[in-house]
């Protein structure tokens, strides 16, 4: 997609939605699989569907609603997103940058990712939430390939905080004060769509990964080349092939994100207190 093609995207995305929401929030979450019961619990909400706001595409995995949803918690004003879409889906990366692209232009400052994994190691059990310090791209996938507009981001954005410190210390304090026990960890991006083999968890775990999954890695990319702050919580909800004793499952993971759900929902009602 050329500059001008995109400028024109977003232009058109962002009228959709100020003619819904006459101020949009400066902090947006992103729900991942199982999570999207989360923006049941916002006050006052507006609710637009991702088939409404051009540059939105709808995602075609079950646990993925495909809703802006704008409302209050905690005595912030917040966007969700409800559910993401995927390359592994068949998307280019312009379809995944869009939607972030658009937010950022409608004035969000930082994005709250959270997403479901799988675990790399035997204290990374299912329901285990983990706050992500640094990411592997392990696929060539990358969303900033093509032509690049200037003005969104430079070039070559750089990556050495791709996950905000000032926004993990927030989230840190929140768990502590909620009594939560969050992890640490890298993220490994994989494209899928199959669960990973035993063989490659194992080489995975040597690269110093400590949770493996398809999403959250071209958001962040996105977000950080257009200026935004980035902050994740995984939530693990299996031990990978190896690991595992048994056949890995959507249903699991999607069974696994909604009982670890309430954790991560009392989680972000205590971090948005603090931003």
Sequence with gaps: MTPEATQNLLTQGVKAVQARVSHFPKTVIVLGSGLGRFAAALEGTTTIPYGEIPGFSRSTVVGHSGNLVIGSMSGQRIAVMQGRIHAY????????????????????????????????????????????????????????????????????????????????????????????????????????????????????????????GMSTVPECLVARHCGMTVACVSIVTNHATGISIVPLTHEETLATAERAGQNLEQLLREFLQKI
């Design 89 to 212: 889906e068949g998307h280019p990366g312009s379809a995944i940058a869009a939607p972030i692209r658009i937010l950022r232009k409608l004035g969000a400052e930082q994005l709250i990712l959270t997403n479901a994994c799988g675990g790399l190691k035997q204290d990374m059990s299912p329901g285990s939430l983990v706050l992500i310090e640094d990411h592997i791209n392990f696929t060539s996938f990358n969303p900033l390939i093509g032509p690049n507009d200037d003005s969104i981001g430079p070039r070559f954005p750089e990556m050495s905080d791709p996950y905000d410190a000032a926004l993990r210390a927030k989230l840190r304090a929140a768990a502590d004060e909620a009594g939560i026990e969050l992890k640490k960890g890298v993220y490994i991006f994989v494209l899928g769509p199959n669960f990973e083999t035993a063989a490659e968890i194992r080489m995975y775990a040597k690269f110093g990964a400590d949770v493996v």
